[in-house]
């Protein structure tokens, strides 16, 4: 079982439909979380960060962490089709000396 | 503000030959950490650098080594290399030193072939 699962999609949705992305992971240790969007052929844009559990918000985005549940979603309200890519979470734990564990991530099409 | 630089942007190598990807991190940012991106794997942990040295490696062999350099840009080499090392090699670096929040270059494609 990998540490972190991830729904590979694509998720296809309309222009202005909310997207929910999810992760689920198994380490309870996990206490730092982030969601990455990438563009085909381009590197991981960090998107939101959060540590520990609740939620974020920043303009369309909104994180959210259930550490009980062991669940982190990205809510983007509005999609656009610039928002169509590859959408990775990643966490880590105070241990790992800053290693990142990445999601497979989860292909998002937006269409107009 | 400049982001994370790479390069080359592509590299083709045969097995067995060495390949030698450099990055320049944000300035101000001190610590370098580089990912692989292999197709059906992920990104994997391949090394972190702060201050010039290798603080944590991942579960690579010992052929993938790299160094930073004292203006903080590093250097990821890969000796003997083997048609499985084809990936995008990812570099990210972080202000003020250590962070989980870290922020990537557009990557160097390396094919073997």
Known sequence: ?112 | EAGVTQSPTHLIKTRGQQATLRCSPISGHTSVYWYQQALGLGLQFLLWYDEGEERNRGNFPPRFSGRQFPNYSSELNVNALELEDSALYLCASSSAGPSYEQYFGPGTRLTVT
Do not use: H
């Open chain 1, 1 to 112: 079982q990998k540490e972190v699962e991830q729904d590979p999609g694509p998720l296809s949705v309309p222009e202005g439909a909310i997207v929910s992305l999810n992760c689920t992971y198994s380490n309870s240790a996990f206490q730092y979380f982030m969601w990455y969007r990438q563009y085909s052929r381009k590197g991981p844009e960090l998107l939101m960060y959060t540590y520990s559990s609740g939620n974020k918000e920043d303009g369309r985005f909104t994180a959210q962490v259930d550490k009980s549940s062991k669940y982190i979603s990205l809510f983007i309200r509005d999609s656009q089709p610039s928002d169509s890519a590859t959408y990775l979470c990643a966490m880590s734990n105070r241990d790992s000396s800053y290693k990142l564990i990445f999601g497979s991530g989860t292909r998002l099409l937006v269409r107009p």
